[in-house]
């Protein structure tokens, strides 16, 4: 069966400190791969899809960024956080257009 | 502009009625619709998706309708119980070339009372 682990669950950062979010799928081959954004009482922001290694695009722009290093990896960086960044990130996937299958989420708050 | 929209505000039923959410949107053309389950401080979990050229469709207590006519899906809940308080996502699809994007509504909180 399919699975989806990201980490770290929960982290504190100061402003101007890096980030790095890490997701990896396993059980499938080719997945699509995604990063949400979901501030508090909010929706689902999309942030970054990828149909393939190497293959990024951008939903909004921001100073986070997205890279897929491996088939079933996906990493959100920063090189400089902002207090807006603050928020409950998630990791997807999906093989087709439609099933989104979610991580547990990784809570960012930045001081 | 393009939009989905839920009721904010949340939803307070008793337990044994059916919940009711609504999800509208304009300016999509979706293929399908999907409803998703999130529980506070976990990510959404899907329940169910409804295509463009079905009306209805059930799973267990479950049912979702689209009507792609009134650009709106309603999900109902029969014999709810208190374990289906929750936040209920709908989501569509937004096709492009060179990939496959979902996009999300803000969400229904539901409370259902003992």
């Known amino acids: 069966s399919q699975t989806i682990h990201q980490w770290p669950a929960t982290l504190v950062q100061p402003v101007g400190s890096p980030l790095s979010l890490e997701c990896t799928v396993e059980g499938t081959s080719n997945p699509n791969l995604y990063w949400y954004r979901q501030a508090a009482g909010r929706g689902l922001q999309l942030l970054f899809y990828s149909v393939g290694i190497g293959q990024i695009s951008s939903e909004v722009p921001q100073n986070l960024s997205a890279s897929r290093p491996q088939d079933r990896q996906f990493i959100l960086s920063s090189k400089k956080l902002l207090l807006s960044d603050s928020g409950f990130y998630l990791c997807?996937?999906?093989?087709?257009?439609?099933?989104?299958?979610f991580g547990e989420g990784s809570w960012l708050t930045v001081v | 502009s393009q939009k989905i929209e839920q009721n904010s505000e949340a939803l307070n039923i008793q337990e044994g009625k059916t919940a009711t959410l609504t999800c509208n949107y304009t300016n999509y053309s979706p293929a399908y619709l999907q409803w998703y389950r999130q529980d506070p401080g976990r990510g959404p979990v899907f329940l169910l998706l409804?295509?463009?050229?079905?009306k209805e469709k059930r799973k267990e207590r479950l049912k979702v309708t689209f009507d792609t006519t009134l650009k709106q899906s309603l999900f109902h809940i029969t014999a709810s119980q208190p374990a289906d308080s929750a936040t209920y996502l709908c989501a569509l699809d937004r096709t492009n070339t060179g990939g496959f994007k979902t996009i999300f509504g803000a969400g229904t909180r539901l409370f259902v009372k003992a």
């Open positions: 997807a996937w999906s093989v087709q257009a439609d099933t989104i299958y």
């Open positions: 409804i295509r463009e050229n079905e």
